[in-house]
């Protein structure tokens, strides 16, 4: 089974600032890799998948990179509303799919 | 608009047995694969299970194995999640979530329902 660690578990930071997320995998995922965005009381979206690409109707403020084994979420400029927890997810060896344990974005 | 509504989720002993069921409309069912994830209460995301657009093919997470089956029916756009021998740690909000590929699989998810809990406790 494929691990994911995310770092930090919180980041704390005021809007308009830039957001790094990190998500490394236990074994080479390829590009197999997504993020999504969880708030309170909802459930998940999707923002980006395979890596890179943003999905229906996710702003350009939201961005994934990295191949292999180390990935990024990058938010240019916070948004009040991005506050929320981030999960990434792979796909590349499975069953199991699997998730990381979340990073919490909160306001600083 | 796409829509998945799951209905079925409350209290059960542990033991017992429980349906999920999850409502899908404004999009062609019959041409998506369909995932379960659950979320244990103040936790993260853990996928339980997937079924091909056909009910061709179906793989689940070791933990549900042989306890839990997925199903579809086509004919009235509704997913399925049969729990047997549930356990206290089943105790989650199962959303139900379309797979993101038309007519095939890729394992991203989108859109997701809203989520149905489903507690096991005696």
């Not at chain 2, 793989?59 to 997913?79: A, C, E, M, P, Q």
């Not at chain 2, 959303?95 to 007519?103: F, K, N, Q, S, T």
Request: charged fraction near 15%; include cysteine; aromatic fraction near 12%.
């Amino acid at each position: 089974e494929i691990v994911l660690t995310q770092s930090p578990a919180t980041l704390s930071l005021s809007p308009g600032e830039r957001a790094t997320l990190s998500c490394r995998a236990s074994q080479n995922v390829s590009s197999y890799l997504a993020w999504y965005q969880q708030k309170p009381g909802q459930a998940p979206r999707l923002l980006i998948y395979d890596a890179s690409n943003r999905a229906t109707g996710i702003p350009a403020r939201f961005s994934g990179s990295g191949s292999g084994t180390d990935f990024t979420l990058t938010i240019s400029s916070l948004e009040p509303e991005d506050f929320a927890v981030y999960y990434c997810q792979q796909r590349s060896n499975w069953p199991p799919i699997t998730f990381g344990q979340g990073t919490r974005l909160e306001i600083k | 608009q796409v829509q998945l509504v799951e209905s079925g989720g409350g209290v059960v002993q542990p033991g017992r047995s429980l349906r999920l069921s999850c409502a899908a409309s404004g999009f062609s069912f019959n041409s998506y694969g369909m995932h379960w994830v659950r979320q244990a209460p103040g936790k993260g995301l853990e996928w339980v299970a997937v079924i091909w657009y056909d009910g061709s093919n179906k793989y689940y997470v070791d933990s549900v194995k042989g306890r839990f089956t997925i199903s579809r029916d086509n004919s009235k756009n509704t997913l399925y999640l049969q729990m047997n021998s549930l356990r206290a740690e089943d105790t989650a909000v199962y959303y139900c979530a379309r797979d993101e590929l038309y007519g095939g699989n890729s394992n991203w998810f989108d859109p997701w329902g809203q989520g149905t809990l489903v507690t096991v406790s005696s």
